[in-house]
């Protein structure tokens, strides 16, 4: 069965400083993979899309970046971060439907 | 792009009550709607899901009706349970990458 694995699951960091965030997905091979960010109370954001190593599509401006260095990882990067930065940020693959992970919750200070 | 509207954003009933949430769409072109619960610290969850060509689904408890021609849908939750509280989302793909949310709706659900 597939698996989607997110971590960390809770990150605090200072402004100006580097993130990294993880997502894998076990159990398929070339998956369609999804970085969305939800701000509180507020719907999920699609930051960023992959359909393949190397392939990102980034669907709005922002301080963040996305990559695919294996066909089954998706990272999401940041070199310097904001306060706006922080949030629940969700990594999806697309099966037959949209899984998502855990969540990661970012918060900025 | 696909605009998602969600109401009401909070909703409070009495357990064993029916809950009704509504959605509607913008872009003609979406053909997959599904709906997703999500928990306190969590990722949002797939509960229903329905496609363009059909107009209603219902899994247990749960219904979703799609209402092309004017450009909604809803879910249906009956006999609610106190599990059933958590906050709920609609979603419309008008692509194979696109997937768009409502803003959500907080369920809660009373003994």
């Known amino acids: 069965s597939q698996t989607i694995h997110q971590w960390p699951a809770t990150l605090v960091q200072p402004v100006g400083s580097p993130l990294s965030l993880e997502c894998t997905v076990e159990?398929?091979?070339?998956?369609?993979l999804y970085w969305y960010r939800q701000a509180a109370g507020r719907g999920l954001q699609l930051l960023f899309y992959?359909?393949?190593?190397?392939?990102i599509s980034s669907e709005v401006p922002q301080n963040l970046s996305a990559s695919r260095p294996q066909d089954r990882q998706f990272i999401l990067s940041s070199k310097k971060l904001l306060l706006s930065d922080s949030g629940f940020y969700l990594c999806?693959?697309?099966?037959?439907?949209?899984?998502f992970g855990s969540g990661t919750r970012l918060t900025v200070v | 792009g696909e605009n998602v509207e969600q109401h009401p954003s909070t909703l409070s009933v009495q357990e064993g009550d029916s809950a009704v949430i509504k959605c509607t769409y913008s872009?003609?072109?979406?053909?997959?709607f599904p709906w997703y619960k999500q928990e306190l610290g969590k990722g949002p969850q797939l509960i229903i899901d329905?496609?363009?060509?059909?107009g209603e689904k219902k899994d247990q408890r749960i219904a979703v009706t799609l209402n092309k021609t004017a450009k909604h849908f809803s879910l249906h939750i009956t006999e609610t349970q106190p599990e059933d509280s958590a906050v709920y989302f609609c979603?419309?793909?008008?692509?194979?990458?696109?997937?768009?949310f409502g803003t959500g709706t907080r369920l809660t659900v009373i003994p």
């Open positions: 329905i496609r363009s060509n059909v």
């Open positions: 992959s359909v393949g190593i190397g392939q």
């Open positions: 999806a693959w697309r099966g037959p439907h949209y899984t």
């Open positions: 159990g398929t091979s070339n998956p369609n």
């Open positions: 979603a419309a793909a008008p692509g194979a990458n696109n997937l768009f």
């Open positions: 872009d003609s072109a979406s053909n997959y």
